[in-house]
């Protein structure tokens, strides 16, 4: 039954987590796409290995943290960490908010279309690709993951956050999405209040914000340590 329920949640929410429809618990060649040619296996820097800290800042609220988990999922973190001190997610949005699930953006072009020609995808850092992230096996509320398309190695830039601890929110993605960070509870409160103030305005497809001058604008991420 259990298995039943993860099929329907996937149906209905995996898609919500891509910059395009995501296949569910597809285990075929064309899925996983790992050729190294395209596609980045390996970590390196200081960003591979260890724990370090994101301050988020997003426009009109206090800044708020992610605690990121390189040991779990070293090419994830060393991917995040260096957009961000690259400047890359200055601001960009937050395009799509659905309530009791996530809050999704970090690409350019702000909508699900959102991609970067310039950018290597990343290797799917999660159960159904084959690699072992800890992280990846249990979302709760304010765990920090890449969002991909129905190929599991598509993840480059665009992220979301878990806005609750649920069956739904475990069924959909558990072992099925690079998680590498989490947000304490205090820096969920900051998330809530994002989420607060924008929600009226997801009316789009899969709560998409369909115009640009009412997404939540990230200023800056900045790492830490």
Known sequence: MKKLARVFACAGLCALLCCALA?????????????PNTVTTKA????????????VKVEGFDPFTIELYADSAPVTVANFCNLAESGYYDGLKFYRIVEGFCLQGGTKGNSSA????????????????????????????????MARTGIYNSAKTTFFITLASTE??????????????????????TVDAIVNAYLKYATGDMGAINNPKNMPTIEYISIED
Do not use: W
């Not at 296949?23 to 050729?35: I, L, M, P, Q, R």
């Not at 690709?129 to 990846?136: Q, T």
């Open 44 to 55: 390196s820097g200081k960003y591979a290995t260890g724990t370090h800290h994101a301050v």
């Open 168 to 189: 739904n929110v475990e069924l959909s993605l558990n072992g099925q999405y690079a998680a590498f960070g989490q947000i304490d509870d205090a820096g969920m409160q």
């Open 114 to 145: 959102g991609n970067d020609a310039t950018l290597p995808p990343i290797i799917g850092e999660f159960y159904e690709n084959d690699v072992d992230n800890p992280l990846a096996d249990d979302f709760k509320r304010g765990t920090v993951a």
């Open 23 to 35: 296949a569910c618990g597809s285990s075929s060649d064309a899925s996983k796409n790992t050729d």
